[in-house]
């Protein structure tokens, strides 16, 4: 699966959109398996925003980062400890405007099946992992009705183990399900993507 997710991937144009808003990035790792497992993340309950959400790897751009690459590998190490070196990047898919108002561009890596992470209890209650299998056969828990921007979308979600994965996490899984493995679920373009925003590079 995974040399069909990266051939697909290696093809895409991902979209754009310009704005002036802070810029984000979030890691996407699959494990190198027969059957990936997508890396997740369960936010700290303490945290003043997106607190026990379930989330990527990944946070804001700094100054000081080269990339919005960059800003995804040192957040996904400061994160889970995953090592950059580790981390087999594919490339970007569409870029994401969070509730929060960030810009936020995922990048899709392959990392070891055996690759040993460690939460940073500051940020993170839990780490674990779902295989891209289960969110293939589309049992989701739920379809939700996000408003944004004045228009409606449905997202799926998902319940696994006990965790909910929903809103910008599932879209973006959804994106990566469509366009790396061909899977057919249904989904609005997101507002953002209106025309006068709209760009691919």
């Keep these: 699966m995974i040399t069909t997710i990266r051939k697909r991937l290696t093809g895409l144009t991902p979209a754009r959109f310009s704005s002036n808003r ?3 990035s979030v890691l996407i790792a699959l494990t190198d398996d027969d059957d990936p497992e997508v890396i997740l993340t369960k936010r700290a309950a303490t945290l003043s925003t997106h607190s026990g959400e379930i989330a990527f790897p990944g946070g804001k751009y700094d100054e000081t980062d080269t990339d919005l690459l960059f800003t ?4 996904a190490h400061e994160e889970v400890g995953l090592q950059p070196s580790l981390v087999d990047v594919i490339g970007p ?3 994401v405007l969070s509730k929060h108002g960030l810009q936020v561009t ?3 890596g392959v990392v070891p ?3 040993e992470l460690v939460p940073n209890l500051g940020e993170l209650d839990e780490i674990f992992s ?3 299998s289960f969110f293939l056969a589309d049992q989701r828990y739920s379809t939700d009705e996000i408003r944004f921007k004045g228009k409606s979308l449905y997202v799926p979600a998902w319940e696994y183990q006990g965790h909910i994965i929903w809103g910008l996490t599932a879209y973006m ?3 990566l399900l469509n366009e790396g493995c061909g899977a057919d679920i249904p989904m609005k373009p997101r507002p ?3 025309v006068r925003h709209f760009l691919r590079d």
């Design 192 to 194: 953002e993507y209106a």
């Design 22 to 24: 802070p810029q984000a």
């Design 106 to 108: 995922p990048w899709v």
């Design 72 to 75: 995804a590998l040192r957040e």
């Design 113 to 115: 099946k055996t690759v």
């Design 130 to 132: 779902v295989p891209l």
């Design 173 to 175: 899984l959804v994106e």
């Design 93 to 95: 898919l569409g870029q």
